[in-house]
């Protein structure tokens, strides 16, 4: 790839290690913001300017402008998915070409690739970034401003890891989540069951209706998660909870997935259901991705695309017909795990395509 600047291995692992050793768990507001405060020192550190943090109830989002009309969003998140202590059983580690610990993948690695490959360009006008404190759990307080500044800028880039091998993701599918909550009514399981109105069993029937509403044919996936019903062994019980993950790759899907939730009806008499939750975010198509995806090839040639099920801010970018690339941050693997890891040597030809990438996109502003 031609090389548009030189940048530092060592450098960006610097970095790495300060943005991994704040833990920054989604929903701890004092952790989040003592980690916005560390990707905004090092954005300022590396690309000048002011890094402005937004308040919200999630915690803090990052933003910076490196002025003129903006033509590209850089995007991440700061939040992660692993608790406070986490660094301790697992601290940062660089060994046998790999960085290991919270959140090295998914995704502080990329946010550093990121910022160091915009600093080997001369010019940085025309581009954003904005890392967002709470992408792990929905994105709630965040998608207003995402989608705020996407359609300000006209092109995303999304800084998650890398899908396996290195490929870009080029589409992702909408995804969310259901709560399905019954209402039985207790009674003596061994004196007077029939007196009762059991929530277990009733969640039961709920649980098989729901899973037959997956289409994996066309890339529907509905799959009950997570059960919860009853106090003890001998009393039939009131209440029950199912919840449930759902995958779809089409508006179409999103919508008749939701549409029989809302549909479905008790098995037994005086059983109540209530349903709550949606898919939260729509697919994001390859058509949103063919055009930036095809730039990333000519820089890069050889790297491969994929759409993938797992879900991301660029959904969100992606739905509102704004051009969106995923999967250009770190290489490695094993997001949410104890084994997630971001291969070394990866990082300075990912930094040099997103500057690349940020170059050709704001060559040819008014």
């Known amino acids: 790839m031609h090389n548009t600047a030189d940048v530092s291995v060592d450098a960006m692992l610097d970095d790495l290690r300060t943005l991994v050793e704040v833990e920054s768990p989604s929903r701890d507001l004092g952790a989040l913001t003592a980690s916005a405060k560390a990707v905004a020192a090092i954005i300022e550190s590396r690309l000048g300017g002011q890094a402005v943090l937004v308040e919200s109830e999630a915690g803090p989002h990052v933003h910076w402008s490196g002025g003129g009309d903006p033509s590209v969003l850089i995007l991440g998140h700061h939040d992660t998915v692993f608790p406070l202590g986490t660094l301790a059983r697992r601290p940062f580690t660089v060994e046998d070409g790999r960085a290991t610990g919270p959140g090295v993948f998914d995704m502080l690695g990329g946010l550093v690739q990121a910022v160091h490959g915009l600093a080997a360009l001369d010019d940085r006008s ?83 209706a729901i899973a037959a509403l997956g289409r994996p044919d066309i890339g529907t996936t509905v799959t009950p998660t997570v059960a919860s019903a009853g106090t003890s062994d001998n009393v039939v019980p009131a209440e029950a909870t199912v919840l449930v993950d759902v995958r779809v790759e089409s508006a179409g899907e999103k919508e008749r997935v939701e549409a029989a939730f809302a549909a479905l009806a008790t098995h037994l008499d005086e059983a109540k259901i209530a349903i709550e939750g949606g898919v939260g975010r729509p697919p994001m198509p390859e058509s949103a991705s063919a055009g930036l995806f095809a730039l990333a090839e000519r820089l890069l040639p050889g790297i491969e695309g994929r759409a993938v099920g797992g879900g991301s801010d660029g959904n969100f970018t992606a739905a509102l017909g704004v051009p969106t690339l995923d999967g250009l941050g770190a290489v490695g693997g094993g997001a949410h795990a104890d084994h997630e890891y971001l291969v070394v040597d990866a990082m300075a030809e990912r930094a040099r395509l997103v500057a690349g990438l940020v170059k050709a996109l704001t060559a040819h502003r008014p």
């Open 126 to 208: 025309g581009v954003e970034i904005l890392v967002t404190a709470d992408e792990e759990v929905g994105s709630h307080s965040s998608r207003a401003l995402i989608e705020e500044r996407a359609m300000a800028c006209g092109a995303v880039l999304v800084l998650e890891g890398a899908a396996d091998g290195g490929a870009l993701k080029t589409g992702r599918k909408g995804c969310g989540s259901f709560k399905v909550s019954v209402t039985g009514r207790a009674s003596h399981a061994g004196l007077e069951p029939a007196a009762g109105v059991n929530a277990l069993v009733e969640a039961a029937h709920q649980v098989l």
